[in-house]
């Protein structure tokens, strides 16, 4: 079928009916039906060399770079992380290097030919090493739990070294066994686009291919791709320093609260900080991408769900339990994941304790209940809606697809990208499985062998509730890239069936989350290698040694910092390693497996009427469902309730400022400049993507180290200080304030 016709009929994923399910696999042969995939990977297969010592050796060397220096730095505060992208980019000049001074001789071991240098560094070898560190390069999870284990100022308890690498290798390995055993479902069909991946395919062509645009299909630009990139990687590189270090008032451009500074309610409404930015200003890409990612790899519908999301699900609901005075809210900041007293200072999880950190009720009655932000509140119960709400859109939009999937397994209607793969051997499912069965015995040695706190049965209902999530929430990033997380529900499950145990229920939550989000990271990177087309079992072994190296590389360097930096942990720690990471993970603990959720949202709760976000969750995706295809509302098929709610259980720790300027940059992007000037956003908008990108990368890194590390003093003036003089930016916008002495909520708990 001829690319305009193609064009024509292309739809978004989330809008493709089960019964089309044959269509985009089998009737588009040339390319995919999808224009974004069009514009991102290439319908071609150079047949490139993959599987080289050159691959190997420097994935290896970026994996241990990588991953200890993260783990190293995520122990300090501010953080900073080395993400692939920045490998993606080093790598490229290193290889090239090695192909132009290493030597060609081939090599007979065993009868096994190799050598150093095959040649040219080809695209393939450099999605291995790419596929090697995005597996690997950010720390464990595991890590956190480790931290908020061993370090002295929290449980100060080392099962010793067996039991790190247990657990880490465990939590790590079963989510690469289910994205390989679910691939049939996540990975192969057309409709599973991960725009996540744009810019890794897009970065990769702009790299290999000088070649110029000929003009007549990007609306008259010539310039190549790799110039176009360097070009606005170096100007977001220089631009960043602007709001990083000049003038940072750039980041939250909330005139509003600098016209009145001590106005709750304007504060409240139009602050970034701690309030609802209701005029959305932010020169700041790090503000744009700090928790959607970037949003010009997102579909349309994805930006318009979110925003509708946004205004009905937080704010206008942030509004109604403010202003009404409901759960205390007017003694709290509007937007914020801190939790407080009833003295309207941060929550103490120690006063609460016995001598063993197990809970004191006498002690909980002296101190206060635990009282949640308005948008915290709704992020618990948009998070149980969004669960539930995937797992019913899947049912209702997508069943007769997973059954379809389930049927033909491999022997199902290719698209171009799948019947290009199918000259390469596939990783058989008995790998796969074989890896998932020793990952759980990983598994039960680490809950065991140990003193864990978590019981055997526990760990199978933590992998049960994955295996449940991972096709729904996994599909979901596929197409709108919208990332869903068991982060809030696994340790509210924990702390019902092990009421009393911290350390059981981070280990739970752990393996529920940590497992899910493995699954979609390795699926997203299966997705890259099958645009990419390197042979699968190429992908499946660099992502296993990636991964069991990466465990111990990080395992060493938490146990070093550990035990070789005075007072590591320590919130006045000198140097600053605070271990943020290791504190949140160990208050979280502390509040579900302590205080419980069953204070919290069981029966006589405050918090108990969240638990019908459950139903609406179910019920959401069900009224859409009638009103498209029952009622022949068209104009509903446009929204899709796991995106309007999932996205919103990010916020907080994000901002409605996040939110709104992500939302609205991506419909410039990909409505706008799309609609109008295709042929350009065709050629270069995933390359712009991945520049923006990058420039901020290497920017912050480069200010963290000349700036921020060393403590530097940045220009003081209006800009970086008396922007900051504002109720909102100091989280004391609140409606009603409390006296020395006296307290708010309720009389008993």
Same mark, same amino acid.
């Given at each position: 079928m001829p690319v305009s016709e193609i064009t024509a009929d292309s739809k978004s994923p989330i809008e493709i009916d089960a019964a089309e399910v044959k269509k985009p696999d089998g009737l588009f042969s040339d390319d995919s039906p999808y224009e974004e995939v069009r514009a991102a990977v290439r319908n071609t297969d150079g047949e490139e060399v993959a599987n080289t010592v050159r691959a190997w050796v420097l994935g290896t060397l970026f994996v241990t770079i990588g991953s200890g220096l993260n783990m190293f730095l995520s122990m300090r505060y501010p953080a900073i992380n080395f993400p692939a992208i920045v490998v993606q980019l080093l790598v490229y000049p290193l290889g090239c290097l090695w192909a132009k001074t290493m030597p060609t001789r081939v090599f007979n071991t065993f009868g096994l030919r190799w050598t150093l240098n095959t040649g040219p560094f080809s695209i393939k070898e450099h999605v291995v090493v790419t596929l090697m560190a995005n597996v690997s390069i950010s720390y464990a999870y595991s890590t956190n739990a480790l931290i908020a284990l061993q370090g002295k100022p929290f449980y100060n308890i080392n099962l010793g070294w067996g039991f790190s690498l247990l657990f880490t290798l465990s939590s790590q390995l079963i989510g690469i066994s289910l994205a390989g055993l679910f691939r049939r479902f996540l990975i192969w069909p057309a409709a599973m686009i991960w725009p996540s991946q744009f810019a890794n395919t897009s970065l990769f062509y702009a790299l290999h291919d000088r070649s110029k645009s000929d003009g007549n299909h990007s609306n008259g630009w010539v310039m190549s791709r790799y110039r176009w990139f360097a070009i606005v990687t170096a100007g977001m590189f220089l631009y960043y320093w602007i709001p990083a270090v000049l003038f940072q008032g750039l980041s939250v451009f909330a005139f509003a609260t600098w016209i009145k500074p001590n106005n709750v309610v304007v504060n409240q409404l139009f602050g970034g900080f701690t309030g609802l930015s209701l005029i959305p200003i932010t020169f700041d890409w790090t503000y744009v991408t700090a928790y959607l990612l970037d949003p010009i790899l997102a579909p349309t519908s994805s930006h318009v769900n979110t925003l509708i999301g946004l205004f009905f699900f937080v704010i206008v609901a942030s509004i109604g339990i403010v202003y009404t005075g409901a759960l205390y809210s007017d003694y709290l900041p509007l937007?914020?994941?801190?939790?407080?007293?009833?003295?309207?200072?941060?929550?103490?999880?120690?006063?609460?304790?016995?001598?063993?950190?197990?809970?004191?009720?006498?002690?909980?009655?002296?101190?206060?209940?635990?009282?949640?932000?308005?948008?915290?509140?709704?992020?618990?119960?948009? /998070?149980?809606?969004?669960?539930?709400?995937?797992?019913?859109?899947?049912?209702?939009?997508?069943?007769?697809?997973?059954?379809?999937?389930?049927?033909?397994?491999?022997?199902?209607?290719?698209?171009?990208?799948?019947?290009?793969?199918?000259?390469?051997?596939?990783?058989?499912?008995?790998?796969?499985?074989?890896?998932?069965?020793?990952?759980?015995?990983?598994?039960?040695?680490?809950?065991?062998?140990?003193?864990?706190?978590?019981?055997?049965?526990?760990?199978?209902?933590?992998?049960?509730?994955?295996?449940?999530?991972?096709?729904?929430?996994?599909?979901?990033?596929?197409?709108?890239?919208?990332?869903?997380?068991?982060?809030?529900?696994?340790?509210?499950?924990?702390?019902?069936?092990?009421?009393?145990?911290?350390?059981?229920?981070?280990?739970?939550?752990?393996? %529920?989350?940590?497992?899910?989000?493995?699954?979609?990271?390795?699926?997203?990177?299966?997705?890259?290698?099958?645009?990419?087309?390197?042979?699968?079992?190429?992908?499946?072994?660099? #992502?296993?040694?990636?991964?069991?190296?990466?465990?111990?590389?990080?395992?060493?360097?938490?146990?070093?910092?550990?035990?070789?930096?005075?007072?590591?942990?320590d919130n006045k720690q000198k140097d600053h390693f605070t271990c943020p990471?290791?504190?949140?993970?160990? !208050? %979280?603990?502390?509040?579900?497996?302590?205080?419980?959720?069953?204070?919290?949202?069981?029966?006589?709760?405050?918090?108990?009427?969240?638990?019908?976000?459950?139903?609406?969750?179910?019920?959401?995706?069900?009224?859409?469902?009638?009103?498209?295809?029952?009622?022949?509302? !068209?104009?509903?098929?446009?929204?899709?309730?796991?995106?309007?709610?999932?996205?919103?259980? @990010?916020?907080?720790?994000?901002?409605?400022?996040?939110? /709104?300027? @992500?939302?609205?940059?991506?419909?410039?992007?990909?409505?706008?400049?799309?609609?109008?000037?295709?042929?350009?956003?065709?050629?270069?908008?995933?390359?712009?993507?991945?520049?923006?990108?990058?420039?901020?990368?290497?920017?912050?890194?480069?200010?963290?180290?000349?700036?921020?590390?060393?403590?530097?003093?940045?220009? #003081?003036?209006?800009?970086?200080?008396?922007?900051?003089?504002?109720?909102?930016? /100091?989280?004391?916008?609140?409606?009603?304030?409390?006296?020395?002495?006296?307290?708010?909520?309720?009389?008993?708990?």
């Open positions: 937007v914020t994941s801190q939790t407080y007293d009833n003295t309207q200072q941060y929550y103490n999880v120690t006063k609460i304790l016995g001598d063993t950190f197990t809970f004191d009720p006498q002690k909980y009655k002296e101190y206060s209940p635990l009282f949640l932000s308005p948008t915290l509140a709704l992020n618990y119960g948009l /998070s149980f809606a969004a669960l539930t709400a995937a797992f019913v859109h899947i049912g209702l939009y997508h069943g007769k697809e997973v059954w379809y999937r389930f049927r033909t397994a491999r022997n199902q209607e290719p698209d171009i990208h799948l019947r290009l793969m199918k000259k390469y051997a596939e990783a058989p499912d008995w790998w796969y499985a074989g890896l998932f069965l020793i990952s759980i015995g990983l598994g039960f040695a680490t809950t065991e062998a140990f003193n864990s706190q978590l019981p055997w049965w526990a760990f199978i209902v933590a992998i049960i509730v994955t295996l449940v999530f991972v096709i729904p929430t996994t599909m979901i990033l596929a197409v709108s890239n919208i990332l869903l997380s068991l982060n809030v529900i696994s340790p509210f499950l924990a702390g019902f069936m092990i009421p009393g145990r911290p350390v059981g229920v981070m280990i739970f939550k752990v393996y %529920s989350t940590v497992i899910l989000g493995q699954a979609q990271t390795y699926s997203a990177d299966l997705k890259m290698a099958h645009y990419m087309k390197v042979p699968p079992k190429v992908t499946f072994w660099c #992502q296993i040694m990636a991964t069991i190296w990466a465990a111990f590389v990080q395992v060493a360097t938490m146990n070093w910092t550990l035990g070789n930096i005075d007072k590591v942990c990471n290791g504190r949140a993970f160990f !208050s %979280s603990s502390i509040v579900w497996g302590v205080i419980g959720p069953r204070r919290m949202f069981g029966e006589g709760g405050m918090y108990s009427a969240f638990n019908w976000f459950w139903l609406i969750g179910a019920g959401f995706p069900i009224l859409l469902y009638v009103l498209t295809k029952v009622c022949k509302f !068209s104009f509903f098929r446009h929204f899709n309730a796991p995106v309007m709610l999932g996205a919103m259980a @990010w916020l907080p720790p994000a901002s409605p400022l996040s939110f /709104s300027s @992500w939302a609205i940059v991506g419909l410039i992007f990909n409505k706008w400049i799309r609609t109008k000037w295709n042929g350009w956003w065709s050629t270069y908008a995933y390359t712009t993507a991945a520049a923006l990108d990058a420039g901020l990368i290497i920017s912050t890194i480069i200010i963290f180290f000349a700036i921020t590390f060393p403590n530097v003093t940045i220009p #003081q003036w209006w800009g970086n200080v008396g922007v900051f003089n504002t109720l909102d930016a /100091s989280y004391q916008a609140t409606l009603k304030t409390v006296g020395e002495g006296e307290t708010f909520g309720p009389k008993t708990w």
